[in-house]
C-alpha cells in the first residue's frame, strides 16, 4: 500500500484510501511513541528540510520530533515576512536549499499556494505544514485520528468547528478530510468570521453555538487571534466568549456527551474556558501526541515511496 | 518621401467612412484617397495591403510606463515600441511613476522622452501631490505643461471632499478625473472575493469595494457638474451604477481592460502571479457584464492597464507580489478574438472602444481620412490567426497571462507622426 501523491499538499481531493492509510499506519507509531525507545530506523539517510518562512512552535516541534523519531536527518529554515524584504527570493531560497540534495521539504508560509509552487521548482517531496488560509492538512489528520480514536469512528458524524473559519488553515483541511471519511461538517462563529460561500463547500452554517453544540457530537474549537480579531471581526473577547465560548454550563445545558477539540494554543476564558479546557485537557494533550504520529505517518509513507 | 497603401477598406466610424482606396501619404500627410496607378508614382514606396482594414490609430488610454523612476520594468520608449507593435498610436500614461507625474516638469520630461516617436505618448497628471491624497497638485500647471486627465491611478482619490474639489476644478479645463475605485478600508487582498478565494484561501477584495467608490464618483460628478472616467471597470454591479447615471446624465464615462473580459478568479487556483491585478479578476457574471457594457454602450472604451512588473517581483509569493499584467500587445487580439469574432461588438464599435472614445475622453483629436490630413493609421489583418509569443513582445517586462495563447486579428502596421511600424521595424515615411 501507497500513497498516490508524492506530495500532501492539502486534503482536498485526498482520496479516502489514502486518508485511511495515513490513519492506520499512525496506529503504528502511536505506540512506537508509548515504548521507552521512541525511536526506529525507517527514514535513516533521508534529509528533510523545515521550511518555516512563518511563526510556528507547535507544528515545528511536532515534525522536527516525528523526524528525529524515524532517524531522519533534519535541518531548520526560519525565516518570516517577504523573502525580497530579506534580500534573497524565495525560489532562490529552495534552489540553494535543494543543491544540499534533500528528499523532502515541509514547508510553513503565510502566503498560500507555496507548497503548490515548490512541487514546481524542487524535486523533493513537499508536506504543507500551513499556507496561508488555506491548508494545514497534517492538523486536519490528527484532528480525524484524534476523534477516530475517541469515538471509534469518523463515518456519519457531526463535526462542527468553531471559530474564526475565514483566516483558519485548519477549518478547511478539517472540512475536505473529514468530508472524504463521511463525516457532515459545519462551522459555528461571528458572521463576520465566516467566509465567503461556506455552504457550496456542503457545509452547514451556525450562527448559535447553543444550536451547533446539541447538534454535533464534536466541536473543534479554534482559537481567536486576540491581537487582530477584537475591535475588528468581533466588538470584544468578552463578548466573543459570552456568545460563542465552549462553557462548562453550554455543554451541560445542550450535549454533555459532546467531544471538544482544540488545535492549540488555547486562549483560556475567550473560546474557551479554563474548566472546559481542563476537563478536556486529556483530549487536547493527546492530539499534541498524535500530531506526532501523524506526521510520522505521513513523513513515512511519502518518505519511503519510491517516484513514479 | 512618399508612400502608396494599395487596397485599403479605410473605416473610420467618426467619418461614417467605409470605403475601398488607395491612400498616397506624402511626409506623413494624407495626400490622395482614391485608386493610385503605381506606375504612375515610380519613386513612392509601395504596400500591398489588399483586403487589410485600415481605422484610425488606436489609442490606450491606460498605461504605466514606469519612467521617471522603474526603468528597469519600461521606458517610455519601450512602452511606446510596445504599443506600436501592439496597434496603437496613442496612449495616455499613469502617473503612478516616481516621482508622480504632479508636475509641470516631469509631464515635460515624459513628452520629451517620446518626441520623435511614432506613439503619441500623452501624460495623465497627479490629482493630488505624490498621490498622497493630502492636497491637489497644480492641476493647470500640469494641464498646461500637457497632461491630458487626472488620476490618483493605484488607489483611489483619498478623499470625498478632495475628490468633489478635483471635479470642481478641473471643470476650468474639461478635463476627466480618472478615478481608480477602491475604497481602501476594504481593499488590501490578493484575489476577487468568492468561493474561489475561501477555498484557496487567499486574502480577498470584496466587489463592492469597488461598487462603492464608482457611486461616490457618479455622485460627486454629478452634484458638481465634473467629468469622471472610472478606470478599468471590473464588477457587474460597477456596470449596472455607471448605466443608470449616464441615463439620468451624469458626464461618466467608463473602460474596461481585456482581462476584465476574458479571465475569471478561477484562473488564480494555480497561484500564478500572472493571474494578479487590481481590480482582481471577477467572476464570470461580471465578465458577462462586462461584455453587455461594452455592447450598449455604458462601457465607453476598452484600455489594458499595461502594467509592467520584473519577473523577479512577479516571483514573490503570491500575497507579496505586485499587482498587474502587461496588455499593450495582446489588447487587440483579444478584443478582436473575444469580442468581434464572436459576434458580440462590430467592428466599427471595436474602433469606437479603442480608437474614437478615448480621444473624445481626453479631448483630443480624433484622426480624420481626409486629404490634407495628418496619417494617423492602424492596418489590420482581421483574420490572421496566431499563437500569442512573449518572446516577441517588445515591453521590458514579460508579465502576461496571455503566453501561448490563440488569437485571431492583429495590427500589421501603424502610421503615425511620419513613421511607419510594420514587420517589426520602424521606418519614416
Known sequence: ?308 | MEIILKGLRLLNPDQNLDLLSDVLIKDGIIDKIENIDVSQNSDAKVFDFSGKVCVPGLFDMHVHFREPGGEDKETVISGSNSAASGGFTGVACMPNTNPAIDSAEVVKFIIDRAKGHLVDVNPIGAVTKGRKGEGLAPMLELYDAGAVGFSDDGTAVKTASLLRNALEYAKMIDSPIIEHCEDESLAGGSMNESVVSTELGLPSIPTVAEDLVVMRGILLAEYTGGKIHIAHISSKRSVELVREAKIRGVDVTAEAAPHHFTLTDECVRNFDTNYKMNPPLRQQKDVDAIIEGLQDGTIDCIASDHAPHSIEDKELEYIYAPNGIIGLETQLGLTLTELYHKGKLTLEQVVEKLALNPRKILNLEIPQFEVGEKANFTILDLDYEYKFDIKYSKSKSKNTPFNGRELKGKSIAVINNSKIYFDGQFQNI
Open chain 1, 1 to 308: 500500500m501507497s500513497l498516490s501523491s508524492n506530495h500532501l499538499l492539502g486534503l482536498k481531493d485526498v482520496p479516502k484510501e489514502d486518508i485511511q492509510l495515513i490513519l492506520d499506519t499512525a496506529i503504528t507509531f502511536r505506540e512506537v511513541l508509548e515504548r521507552p525507545i521512541k525511536k526506529v530506523p525507517t527514514l535513516q539517510g533521508k534529509t528533510i528540510v523545515n521550511l518555516f518562512y512563518e511563526n510556528s512552535t507547535r507544528t515545528r516541534l511536532s515534525f522536527e520530533l516525528a523526524q528525529k523519531r524515524l532517524s531522519a536527518d533534519t535541518i531548520n529554515f526560519s525565516k518570516s515576512g517577504s523573502s525580497a524584504a530579506k534580500g534573497e527570493s524565495f525560489k532562490d531560497t529552495v534552489k540553494n536549499i535543494e543543491a544540499m540534495k534533500v528528499d523532502m521539504i515541509v514547508c510553513r508560509h503565510e502566503s498560500a499556494g507555496i507548497p503548490k509552487y515548490l512541487t514546481q521548482i524542487s524535486n523533493a517531496k513537499i508536506i504543507n505544514a500551513g499556507d496561508g488560509r488555506h491548508e494545514h492538512p497534517t492538523q486536519g489528520l490528527l484532528d480525524m485520528y484524534s476523534i477516530r480514536e475517541k469515538v471509534g469512528k469518523l463515518e456519519g458524524l457531526n463535526v462542527c468547528i468553531v471559530g474564526d473559519i475565514s483566516h483558519s488553515r485548519v477549518a478547511l483541511s478539517n472540512i475536505y478530510g473529514l468530508q472524504t471519511m463521511g463525516a457532515n461538517v459545519s462551522v459555528c462563529g461571528p458572521s463576520t468570521m465566516i467566509p465567503w460561500g461556506m455552504e457550496d463547500f456542503g457545509v452547514k452554517v451556525y450562527n448559535n453555538i447553543d444550536k451547533a453544540m446539541a447538534e454535533s457530537d464534536v466541536l473543534n474549537v479554534l482559537r481567536i487571534q486576540l491581537e487582530r480579531d477584537a475591535g475588528v471581526l468581533i466588538p470584544s473577547v468578552r463578548e466573543y466568549h459570552n456568545y460563542f465560548g465552549i462553557t462548562q454550563e453550554r455543554i451541560e445545558k445542550n450535549n454533555p456527551n459532546v467531544l471538544i477539540l482544540h488545535p492549540g494554543p488555547i486562549n483560556r476564558g475567550v473560546e474557551i474556558s479554563s474548566e472546559v479546557a481542563d476537563g478536556s485537557s486529556q483530549v487536547i494533550l493527546n492530539q499534541v501526541t498524535n500530531g506526532v504520529a501523524i506526521r510520522m505517518a505521513v513523513l513515512y509513507l511519502l518518505g519511503t515511496k519510491s517516484e513514479e
